[in-house]
């Protein structure tokens, strides 16, 4: 199983990126994914997290109300929709996903993307 990010890059403050996170390999089920950031010497931080079902995502809150956390269960997928950007959100962003295998179908582990930067100039 791995998660593959995509979607970061440079952008002007005030502009948007979509990130993605496709899980792959041989899945029974994924239950919560989230998306982190870790900006140059700072420690890493939850940006937003989803339930499996989709409901009641939760944000940080300097991101409330510019980023939407979503996901495609038929795709394995999960998106990050970053609208607004500040030079503040200037990180590598991190997916990561609650997923059971198909080899062992009533247990879960944690899987890290590798990481996409995202960079926003002011």
């Known amino acids: 199983v791995q998660l593959v990010e995509s979607g970061g890059g440079l952008v002007q403050a005030g502009g948007s990126l979509r990130l993605s996170c496709a899980a792959t390999?041989?899945?029974?089920?994924?239950?919560?994914m989230a998306w982190y950031r870790q900006a140059p010497g700072k420690q890493r931080e939850l940006v937003a997290q989803?339930?499996?079902?989709?409901?009641?995502?939760m944000y940080k809150d300097s991101v409330k109300g510019r980023f939407t956390i979503s996901r495609d269960n038929a795709k394995n997928t999960g998106y990050l929709q970053m609208n607004s950007l500040k030079p503040e959100d200037t990180a590598v962003y991190y997916c990561r996903a609650e997923i059971s295998p198909l080899e062992r179908p009533s247990s879960y582990y944690a899987y890290w993307g590798q990481g996409t930067l995202v960079t926003v100039s002011s």
């Open positions: 390999g041989t899945i029974f089920s994924i239950q919560n």
């Open positions: 989803i339930t499996s079902g989709g409901g009641s995502p």
